[in-house]
């Protein structure tokens, strides 16, 4: 077993966990989320009666939305509306336009980058994390699933974890995929890397290693979707790109962001032999430089 590490409280991020979700939500319920999305600072300052009236629904549907964003009622959602707003934890997307100069884009760029960092921390569950880092220190076998932008996410996790000596390989086609996971055991690890949640081949590889009753990790937006029914532990990111959505820049950089603290936090679970072994697979290309 792995000795315990501390690995920080993350803030619940409330007003980004009820963005994510408005689109999946009942009619009912998304008229809840919308009033607070357009309202933010009104929330601290109003009972549940007052937003129920503005939103015109009742009031048992406001505390249904805040149970969805893992909240235990309206007193907390106001509370840590506040800590949110305090904390300037949401923001104005600034779009990508044609007309814009190279300065003007690599200043949004930026500050898109920046934000879904920031907005990733927020909504990552610590305890969830720590369930990931755990049952990684332990795995005989990591296996990783992704295809497109994903994948190339999971290549990055598949040579990291090998530089520590871990037993890591990254599948990024469908069928070596699904002859991976069925081939998983209760002793392995299978993360499964899907923005979207609903790329079919890594929801299915996903499912099988669950069926073999290796442990699934899945990272994905925080939104519900299929891949995280097959998921024991879920690391949600945070991604906004509508202009660029299929060149995936922010989905990647969130996904990217999460393995690297897993990483990170393995490393420091695991040392020194972590330590020795990064040490070890440095110097062993070292003479392929100039």
Same mark, same amino acid.
């Given at each position: 077993m792995c000795p315990p590490t501390a690995l920080g409280k993350l803030q !619940?991020? !409330? &007003? +980004?966990? +009820?963005r994510e979700i408005a689109e999946s939500l009942t009619d @009912?319920? =998304? =008229?809840v989320a919308r009033y607070i999305l357009r309202h933010p600072h009104e929330i601290p300052q109003i009972s549940i009666t007052e937003l129920s009236e503005r939103a015109r629904v009742s009031e048992a549907t406001v505390v249904?939305?805040?149970k969805r964003v893992g909240l235990r009622g309206y007193q907390d959602l106001r509370i840590r509306l506040a800590l949110d707003l305090s904390n300037q934890t949401f923001r104005i997307h600034e779009e990508i336009d044609p007309s814009d100069h190279l300065d003007a884009i690599s200043q949004k760029l930026l500050h898109r980058a920046t934000q879904t960092l920031q907005d990733t921390i927020q909504v990552l569950d610590r305890e969830a994390l720590q369930r990931a880092v755990d049952r990684i220190c332990e795995a005989r076998?990591? *296996?990783l699933y992704g295809v497109g932008a994903s994948g190339v996410v999971a290549l *990055? @996790?598949?040579?990291? &974890?090998l530089r520590i000596g871990l037993q890591a390989r990254a599948f990024i086609d469908p069928h070596l995929q699904a002859t991976s996971a069925a081939l998983l055991t209760p002793q392995d690890v299978a993360i499964g890397i899907s923005h979207s949640g609903s790329t079919k081949d890594t929801v299915n590889a996903l499912a099988i290693a669950q069926r073999n009753r290796a442990y699934t990790i899945a990272i994905t937006q925080y939104a519900p979707s299929p891949i995280t029914k097959f998921a024991d532990t879920v690391l949600h990111?945070? @991604?906004h790109e509508p202009l660029l959505r299929e060149a995936a820049i922010e989905s990647r950089l969130a996904a990217l962001f999460v393995i690297d603290m897993v990483f990170v936090a393995v490393v420091m679970r695991l040392a020194p032999q972590t330590v020795r072994r990064l040490a070890q697979t440095r110097n062993a290309v070292l003479d392929r430089k100039f």
């Open positions: !619940s991020g !409330s &007003f +980004i966990k +009820i @009912a319920e =998304r =008229r249904r939305l805040c076998r990591i *296996d *990055d @996790a598949e040579q990291k &974890f990111t945070v @991604a």
